[in-house]
C-alpha cells in the first residue's frame, strides 16, 4: 500500500522530535487539512495561518509591505518571507507556505490562473521557493499546490 505525502511526513517529523507549520493563502488550509487528518499529528503540527489578505500578510508573517506593492503576494518574494514568517510566529523547525491564483478569475498576463509560488525552509536556513502554473480548475490547482508543499518539506528531511 503507497503511503501519502503527509504519512511520510508525519513518520520523519515524529522520528526526529520536529515540529511543523504552514501559512497559506489560496489552497485555504489544505495543508493543514491534510496533516492534521493523520492520528497522532499534534506531536509535530503546532498550527497553520490562513492569510489570504494583504494586511495579514504583512501583519502576522511580517512581509514587508514594499514586497506587496512593488511584486505583490503572488511572487517569490512574499513566498520566502511568509515561509520565515511562519517558522518565527510559531516556533517550529520546518515550515511550508503557498501564494497563488487558485481561480477561476484573478489572473493577469504575467500572474495567470495556476500561478503558485510554494515554499519551505527549516529553521536558520535559506527557504527554497518553487513557481509553478498548474492546469486545473480552482480544486485541482490548491490540490497540486499543497502536494508540492508536502513535497518540498519531505525534500528538506531528506
Known sequence: MDTTLE???????????MTISAAESCTGG???????????SSAYVIGGLVSYSNQVKHDLLKVEQTTL???????EESARQMVIG?????????AVAITGIAGPGGGTPTK????????????????????????????AVK???ADE????ALELLA
Open 30 to 40: 489544505l495543508v493543514m487539512h491534510r496533516l492534521t487528518n493523520r492520528p497522532g
Open 143 to 145: 490540490a497540486a499546490s
Open 7 to 17: 504519512q511520510r511526513l508525519g513518520d520523519l517529523l515524529t522520528a526526529r522530535g
Open 149 to 152: 508543499a508536502l513535497r518540498m
Open 69 to 75: 506593492d512593488t511584486v505583490g503576494a503572488v511572487s
Open 112 to 139: 495567470p490562473v495556476g500561478l503558485t509560488y510554494v515554499a519551505a525552509a527549516l529553521r536558520e536556513s535559506e527557504p527554497i521557493v518553487r513557481r509553478h502554473v498548474w492546469d486545473g480548475d480552482r480544486e
Open 86 to 94: 511562519a517558522l518565527a510566529l510559531f516556533g517550529t523547525n520546518l
